[in-house]
């Protein structure tokens, strides 16, 4: 997994849990049913989903973030493991979770660890990039680093028919998915650079700091025409949400 910056993240990226608002309103989390946030990051919405009376267990693959979701809520309980491989004892009545698992590309382990984790009727309720997400943004990055950028993708954006089939396979019932185009405004005239910066580390690794900032900006320079209108950068993102029960 590439490192997370958590004090960046909370910084000048709150839209990504902002927008999660309304994934917990889908979910309806009640007092006393059990819970899983994964990929829970800096812990925002695992908060918001406790203090339904849920109890909720976050969890993340980076110490990073999981140490500043601990100093953010030190009465919740946070789970340092991976998306692809987590195992826990006692079942939950839900997993949910939000701009995590399109980070995941062992996508099958994945799933077969959340329908793992559900006692039977156990609901999954996720949001995560879909089939198409930043596709003028993965286009600069193939322009501006040639053909290194695909295989440095960190992600994984699948279409409904991939991903629901990827849920039945592994006894999970859909009952809802949809794909959808979510403009997301970022704030500044750095806007762009502040979120290659935060999410595109892997792109960089072999370059130094200055190489790294020289790459960003051509990149924003490259991204500007079609991504910046009227002094606000508008990144070309598209969510996958889905709703499924475990069977069984
Ligand atoms: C964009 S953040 C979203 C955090 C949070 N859900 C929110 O809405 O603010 C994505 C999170 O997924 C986590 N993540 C990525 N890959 C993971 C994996 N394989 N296992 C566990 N967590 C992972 C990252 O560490 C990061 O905290």
Partial sequence: MSAWNAEQY???????????????ELLQPRSGERILDLGCGTGQLTAE???????????????EMLGQARQNYPNLKFVLADAASFRFEES??????NAALHWVKNAEAAVQSIAAALRPGGR?????????????????LETVLGATAEERCPWWFPGIGEYASLLEQHGLEVRQASL????????????????????????????????A?????????????????????ILDYRRLRVVAVAVG
């Fill in 10 to 24: 909370e910084g000048r990226h709150s839209y990504v849990w902002q927008f999660g608002g309304s994934l917990v």
């Fill in 213 to 233: 900032k020289e790459k960003v900006r051509e990149l924003a320079a490259h991204l500007r025409q079609e991504l910046f209108r009227d002094g606000v950068w």
């Fill in 49 to 63: 989903i406790a203090a339904s009376g849920a109890q909720v267990v976050g969890l993340d693959g980076s110490p």
């Fill in 180 to 211: 959808f185009d979510r403009p997301t405004p970022i704030e500044g005239e750095r806007g762009m650079e502040d979120w290659i910066e935060m999410f595109c580390g892997t792109y960089f690794r072999d370059l130094d700091a200055n190489g």
């Fill in 92 to 97: 939950f009545d839900a997993v949910f979770s």
């Fill in 124 to 140: 999954f309720i996720a949001e995560f990039g879909g089939k198409g997400n930043i596709r003028l943004i993965l286009a600069a």
